[in-house]
């Protein structure tokens, strides 16, 4: 069983955001949580956030044990641009684009995600 939790309009841009979730992609939770702990990137602390959010959730729900969830899938995706204006010189204004994303994350027991890649090859 997968469990889910999402943190929306995260105030960072998609792009920056993914290149943390690249590294903890697959990996059990407990090593995820300590790659972000040293991370000194600022999606960081969002991300382990979330994943903590989300094992929370898979102990709330199902009982799952801490030790043998992995985080199965992480998506990041982007969401909406605040538009923001700068005055310049002659009277101009260039704009400036407050980029938001909308984090993903889902952990399943490390038991079904194996199961499910044998059955994929």
């Known amino acids: 069983m997968e469990y889910k939790a999402s943190h929306r309009y995260a ?3 998609a792009r920056k955001a993914r290149y943390v979730v690249d590294q903890v992609r697959n ?3 407990e090593a995820a ?3 972000l702990r040293f991370s ?3 999606a960081a602390p969002m991300i382990a956030k979330v994943i ?3 094992l929370h959730n898979a102990i709330q ?5 801490p030790e043998n969830l992995v985080i199965c899938r992480a998506m990041i995706n982007e969401g909406p ?3 923001r204006w700068r005055p310049r010189a002659r009277g101009m204004a260039f704009p400036i684009l407050k980029r938001t994303s909308h984090i993903n994350i889902f952990l399943a027991d490390r038991s ?3 199961a499910t890649a044998k059955k994929e090859n």
């Open 11 to 13: 105030r960072i841009t």
């Open 27 to 29: 990996m059990p939770v």
């Open 33 to 35: 949580l300590d790659m």
């Open 40 to 42: 000194d990137r600022r």
């Open 52 to 54: 903590k959010s989300a």
């Open 61 to 65: 729900e199902g009982g799952a044990d």
């Open 81 to 83: 641009t605040m538009k």
């Open 112 to 114: 079904e995600v194996g």
